[in-house]
Structure formats: C-alpha cells, structure tokens
C-alpha cells in the first residue's frame, strides 16, 4: 500500500486542523491505521491509531480529548482532526499502515510494527 498523507500547515495555538492520509495499492480495510510523528534529533511517537474497522481507536495522553482519528474505508483515506492545538503539537506527522492481525492494541502504538509509511507532513503551531 501506498500513504500519502497532508493537511499539514501552520497554525496558531488553540486551532484545529485535519490531516488526511490517502491509500492506494491493496484492500484499505485490511489495514490498520496509525499517526505518528517526530520532531527533529527526537524520536518518532506515537499520537493515534484506529483499528482496520475503524470500531477502535487508541491515542497518546497528549492527545487525548483534543484529537480524533477516523478513516473512510470507501475513500481509502484515513484522517486526524486536530483541535486545540499546542506548540508542542509542532512536529512532522506521518500515517502509517499494518495489516497484521493479532491483538491490535498490543503493538498498535509501536512505530517499530507498521511496515508501510506516508511521507509526513509538517505542523507548525506558533504561540
């Protein structure tokens, strides 16, 4: 499966966008789906997933209550709404994908267990 993902921007502290991560190649719903992102000199971190139904979703405390993740399995594309959003929210966003099955949130939150990524997309909020 191929990831493209946008939607980045830059932003003030306290509003909202969407990134959207479209997919093409093989069956969109046997993925599951996950947001990620890294500043730069740190280490990429998780910030959402949603299981290949899109019936389960999983978000990092920093998240929590300001972000949503969604997919629409008819337009292969996977989305992350962001709302009041920080400056500590800057960073380069990537989706990424796994079809694996097993227990998804065992290894759902793990950068390391997704074998297909988008190229990123940057998100700037200034304060």
């Known amino acids: 499966v191929q990831l493209q993902a946008c939607g980045g921007g830059l932003v003030q502290a306290g509003d909202s966008l969407r990134l959207s991560c479209a997919a093409s190649?093989?069956?969109?719903?046997?993925?599951?789906m996950g947001w990620f992102r890294q500043v730069q000199g740190k280490e990429r971190e998780f910030v959402a997933a949603?299981?290949?139904?899109?019936?389960?979703?999983l978000y990092a405390d920093s998240v929590k209550g300001r972000f949503t993740a969604s997919r629409d399995n008819a337009k292969n594309t996977f989305y992350l709404q962001m709302n009041s959003l920080k400056p500590e929210d800057t960073a380069v966003y990537y989706c990424?994908?796994?079809?694996?099955?097993?227990?998804?949130?065992?290894?759902?939150?793990?950068?390391?267990?997704?074998?297909?990524w988008g190229q990123g997309t940057q998100v700037t909020v200034s304060s």
């Open positions: 990424a994908a796994e079809i694996r099955g097993g227990i998804w949130t065992d290894w759902a939150s793990k950068s390391s267990e997704y074998d297909y």
């Open positions: 190649g093989r069956i969109f719903s046997s993925y599951a």
């Open positions: 949603i299981s290949w139904s899109g019936g389960t979703t």
